[in-house]
């Protein structure tokens, strides 16, 4: 049974009609047209309805977090400081080309699509799927090209070669996984992403403690089995095929559209990305990788909140894009305000309480290797809730379209981050991950608060 909701009341328009019969369309700028959202009590109903669902999303997403912090805790046990640290360090690289398609198929898919009938909601998510296969093949290329070629600098790194080759088929199904949700949570459907992710993340672990049983865990072979573990997001593709229509006209007009959007986009990703990841890539080079691999311990386990923290980033862009649709300018400046204030209290007792107890929690879990780092993961709570409290305003300027805000703010979240970053941590090591990330993560908020108090004014 389809049950991805519809949301356009309206009578279908000429193009649909026209589409529902088979027939050419008439005009090809129509395929990336809104609509407009109902009101009244409509629009309340719905409303309740995201709110109910909104809990499973939090729900999934700590299936997700959860399975992520196991795996790479199998890692740190069964292999070491060394293994983590390249393990990690792929996963970071990973997520660094996953900002590709999150600019350009992700976000602006989550901004358009809930406004859009059925019919064309279906043409939008075939197009996004054909441009995600593009954009997979060529990340493979780079990745190719990346471990081949001796790149300066890199040479005496022995380990980058097979990383990079697991990164291929490790990158290509993750990244199906991620558009899959991405694509159940842009319309909310929790009740098919935990059918789709449950089942992934159990799988997945299995995988990594058979592997551990064996002896024959590493890096590479963890990277490899996660692979082989999102293979049921695909199986669930292929029998739910009839969401997907493919015309290539639509793909082409659809890629020009989001295009407009994400290129600004693109750019607000790979900041924010490059500068996660050359956390890693500073204590590599400072401290070596048995340092990196001990940051990475404590780095995972600041991650332990990552399901409120993603399912808060993931759902404050789909809701506040459907308030902004229906109620405009007013309801988003409202809802945002709101969100903020939330986040602000809600992680900071968290944060607080993972700063105490982080150090006991990272050698619990990983092992007695990785005992003596409370400090680290206490200047990591710094970092990550002052990045935390300016989410709900991203989402706010997601929801306006403004590029150019968000564009701004990462960079210069970017700038700070290895002004700041490249002293701190030379000198405090990777305590000094902490700090710069705070100071990064402020200035950019700043920036982008003030870019959405321009669009969004307070009303007298």
């Not at 593009?134 to 022995?158: H, R």
């Not at 945002?336 to 929690?361: C, E, N």
């Not at 970017?414 to 002293?423: D, E, N, R, Y």
């Amino acid at each position: 049974m389809d049950d991805s909701p519809t949301f356009d009341s309206s009578p279908l328009s000429l193009r649909d009609k026209r589409t529902a019969l088979g027939l050419p369309a008439a005009n090809i700028a129509d395929d990336v047209s809104v609509v407009n959202l109902p009101r009244g009590p409509l629009a309340k109903s719905i409303a309740k309805v995201r709110n109910s669902l909104s809990v499973w999303g939090f729900v999934d997403q700590g299936v997700v977090s959860i399975a992520s912090f196991a795996a790479a805790a199998i890692v740190g046990r069964a292999c070491g400081s060394i293994e983590l640290g390249i393990y990690t360090l792929a996963v970071r690289i990973f997520w660094l080309a996953a900002g590709i398609p999150n600019a350009l198929i992700w976000m602006p898919y989550t901004s358009r699509a809930p406004r859009m009938n059925r019919t064309r909601q279906k043409y939008f998510l075939g197009s996004a799927t054909v441009h995600l296969l593009l954009i997979v093949l060529g990340i493979a290329t780079v990745l190719v090209g990346v471990a081949i070629v001796p790149l300066l600098g890199l040479s005496d790194k022995q380990w980058l070669l097979p990383m990079c080759l697991a990164l291929i088929p490790f990158s290509t199904l993750m990244l199906l996984r991620e558009h899959l949700r991405r694509y159940l949570l842009a319309h909310m459907q929790t009740a098919s992403l935990l059918k789709v992710d449950v089942p992934i993340a159990a799988c997945q672990l299995l995988i990594l403690a058979g592997l551990a049983w064996t002896q024959k865990l590493s890096a590479v072979s963890a990277l490899l089995g996660m692979a082989v573990g999102c293979g049921w997001g695909v199986l669930w593709v292929a029998l739910h095929r009839d969401r997907f229509r493919v015309a290539s006209r639509r793909v082409a007009a659809h890629w020009g559209h989001n295009f407009q959007f994400g290129k600004w986009l693109l750019v607000v990703s790979i900041a924010w990305l490059v500068s996660d990841a050359s956390y890693y890539w500073l204590v590599e080079s400072f401290h070596g990788l048995t340092a990196m691999g001990q940051f990475s311990a404590a780095a995972i386990t600041v991650m332990l909140f990552n399901p409120v923290l993603l399912t808060v980033q993931n759902l404050s862009r789909s809701v506040l894009s459907n308030s902004y649709a229906q109620g405009g300018s007013k309801e988003l400046r409202e809802k945002t305000m709101r969100g903020s204030g939330a986040v602000v209290v809600g992680f900071g007792v968290l944060f607080v309480g993972l700063a105490i107890s982080g150090g006991t929690l990272v050698e619990l879990a990983f092992g007695d290797e990785f005992a003596g780092l409370g400090a680290i993961v206490a200047s990591l709570c710094l970092g990550m809730y002052l990045q935390v409290c300016f989410v709900p305003i991203e989402a706010g300027l997601t929801a306006l379209q403004d590029g150019k805000g968000m564009l701004a703010g990462s960079l210069l979240r970017l700038a700070l981050i290895l002004a700041s970053g490249i002293p701190l941590i030379a000198w405090y090591g990777a305590i000094g991950v902490g700090f710069a990330m705070a100071i990064g993560s402020f200035g950019a908020g700043m920036l982008q608060w003030k870019f959405f108090h321009r669009r969004c004014p307070r009303a007298d």
